[in-house]
């Protein structure tokens, strides 16, 4: 026999896989909204994976875009030609705006996206002869990628710490708005947002206002704050206060973009327009890995007077393939209404989750906006003290719901203080109806009462 020979027995992974001694469920097939395991389960996809598959799987319409791609053109490079995917692609995501963003630069990841940005930002400064500025300033918590300038613009310290010092550090961090606990006892909603202000404008003036390149939010906090939207008139007041000392506002739109949050841009909502503006989950669905970069008016002006050359590129952007997926992907949203749809269960799932889990003595917060949905976890709900990081609240349901529940939920954590606080997050896909909604509720609601104990206390949130 050929020592070549494939053993049947069980081998370890060769996959780098987040936990190097737990297997994670296999999947071998995805189809609508089921994630179909090796051993027979369907897991019901009720977080899209990380906010991404938002128009289900196997989406018949969509492989028969990236096929016609791949018969037409599968690659080629971005800096010396272009393709109808990658215009066309471009083009709706201009229009969508109405002409406020005016150029599009397509990535590989929303991290890839960020730092497009990043130096985007930089160049138009440079290209205006402005060199000094070269800082950012974002919020506490905040995520915007794993990549090294994304995490240094990135606030969440679990995520940063052990790279810190590896980091560049031209970002500091500021509060993020976060009303469940940083509104104070008697504080009204528009001094929460003047106090807000009044700090950004306090870390303008610590940094030196002419040495900052821009200011990135996310218009809703995503995966680490947990889906908690902007405060009325917020974001609108923070653009004030960038656009007194010069800086670019920038909307990270990775997470809440493409429809999510129920209009396809976030911003819509908020009555703001950013100067930069980046997307990624939605985009492509999970069917491609792409992000994109899109460039206000003011920005793509100054570039236009001067060098007229983005100092950046990559191998992969532009890609026809991701190109003409994501296009697809855009088009059946529109066809099918799926951004209402997604405004109209929102509000179903968060009254849903409301009646079923406001009182549970553990539930502190339940809050969201379109379909994004957290629940944030609490040993006390008087006094919002979180559970020590050490007890994996959050992991344990989330396993508790592969294992036990056939749900997949996202657990996230750090959400307090950058490393306690744990929160359950739900954000299924746009084209989801009421009894699934209620399935997703139903299953939820039992992962996390098989953790902490039933539902038993009176009050409700
Ligand atoms: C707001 C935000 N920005 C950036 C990213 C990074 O995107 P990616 O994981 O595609 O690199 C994420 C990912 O969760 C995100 O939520």
């Known amino acids: 026999m050929s020592s070549r020979t494939i053993s049947t027995e069980a081998v370890p992974s060769s996959v780098l896989h987040a936990s190097l001694s737990i297997d994670p469920p296999n999947i071998v097939r995805a189809q609508g909204h ?33 096929q016609q791609q791949l018969d037409a053109v599968e690659y080629c490079f971005a800096p010396h030609f272009t393709t109808p995917a990658y215009e066309k692609l471009a083009k709706f995501l201009v229009d969508s705006t109405n002409g406020k963003m005016q150029k ?26 402005e060199l000094q500025r070269t800082k950012f300033i974002a919020r506490d918590r ?17 995520r940063r710490t052990i790279y810190e010092p590896m980091l560049g550090g031209n970002t500091s961090h500021i509060s993020p708005c976060y009303p469940y606990r940083d509104l104070r006892w008697g504080e009204t909603t528009p001094q929460y947002v003047e106090r807000l202000a009044q700090e950004l404008e306090d870390e303008f003036q610590r940094v030196g206002p002419e040495t900052v390149c821009g200011v990135v939010f996310e218009t809703m906090a995503g995966l680490t704050l947990g889906a908690v939207a902007s405060v009325p008139g917020y974001l609108k007041k923070m653009k004030e206060v960038c656009e007194r000392h010069g800086a670019l506002f920038i909307l990270d739109e990775v997470f809440a973009g493409m429809g999510r949050t129920g209009s396809l841009h976030a911003w819509e909502q908020e009555d703001v327009i950013p100067d930069l503006q980046t997307v990624a989950k939605g985009l492509g669905a999970g069917y491609v890995p792409i992000g994109a970069l899109m460039v206000g008016k003011k920005v793509v002006d100054v570039l ?23 296009y697809e992907v855009q088009q059946v949203i529109q066809d099918q209404g799926l951004v209402e749809n997604c405004k109209r269960m929102g509000e179903y799932l968060g009254e849903a989750l409301r009646a079923r889990l406001g009182a549970h003595p553990n539930v502190g917060d339940i809050r969201g906006r379109g379909l994004a949905w957290a629940i944030e976890l609490v040993k006390d709900r008087n006094t919002k003290e979180p559970f020590p990081v050490k007890q994996k609240v959050a992991p344990t349901i989330h396993a508790a719901g592969l294992q036990k529940f056939e749900i997949a939920v996202l657990p996230g954590g750090g959400v307090v203080d950058g490393v306690n606080g744990d929160l359950v997050v739900l954000a299924p896909a746009y084209d989801v109806n009421r009894e699934e909604v209620d ?19 009176a009050a409700k949130l």
């Open 34 to 66: 089921y994630l179909h395991t090796s051993t027979g389960t369907a897991i019901y996809d009720a977080s899209n994976g990380a906010a991404v598959s938002c128009i289900g799987h196997n989406h018949p319409r969509v492989k028969l875009a990236m």
């Open 104 to 129: 599009v630069f397509v990535t590989g990841s929303g991290s890839e996206a960020i730092e497009a940005t990043i130096k985007m930002a930089r160049q138009y400064y440079v290209e205006k002869g």
């Open 142 to 158: 905040s995520y915007h990628g794993n990549t090294f300038g994304a995490l240094d613009v990135s606030g969440h310290k679990a």
């Open 304 to 326: 236009d007077r001067g060098t007229k050359a983005f100092v950046h590129f990559q191998t992969y952007h532009g890609h026809p393939l991701a190109c003409a997926a994501a």
């Open 439 to 457: 399935l997703i509720v139903h299953r939820a609601a039992k992962s996390i009462e098989h953790v902490l104990g039933p539902t038993t206390v």
